[in-house]
């Protein structure tokens, strides 16, 4: 059984920088791929950055040179340093992960894939 917490977030101005942190705690193999989503409202969630076992990297266009994505595979921790932060950058972030073979259902958010944290608030005012 693994446990999601996830921290950071919080409200800014426009402009300003947060950061977000999920530990992964539980049984939990090397071969794991985990990412960042957002959800706001009336919205589908989406992909907003995404590492692999490798510590590849990939990011939405939206938050391209903005948001950093990392991770402490030792720790099993995700982070997502964000910064020049914007109003439409407000929503809801999902830390995820899962065995990379499934990395295909994860990214499109499929229904009782991977591992998830509850979310976090991050409001962006202008």
């Known amino acids: 059984q693994v446990q999601v917490a996830e921290s950071g977030g919080g409200s800014v101005s426009s402009g300003g920088s947060l950061a977000l942190s999920c530990v992964f705690s539980?049984?939990?193999?090397?071969?794991?791929?985990m990412a960042w989503f957002r959800q706001s409202l009336g919205k589908e969630r989406e992909l907003v950055a995404d590492?692999?076992?490798?510590?590849?990297?990939r990011y939405d266009d939206s938050v391209q040179g903005r948001f950093t994505i990392t991770r402490d595979s030792a720790e099993n921790t995700l982070y997502l340093q964000m910064r020049s932060l914007k109003p439409e950058d407000s929503a809801v972030y999902f830390c995820?992960?899962?065995?990379?073979?499934?990395?295909?259902?994860?990214?499109?958010?499929?229904?009782?894939?991977?591992?998830w944290g509850r979310g976090i608030q991050v409001t962006v005012s202008s």
């Open positions: 995820a992960a899962v065995s990379c073979p499934q990395w295909w259902a994860l990214r499109r958010a499929m229904p009782g894939v991977g591992y």
């Open positions: 539980g049984a939990f193999n090397d071969n794991v791929c």
């Open positions: 590492i692999d076992a490798g510590d590849s990297t």
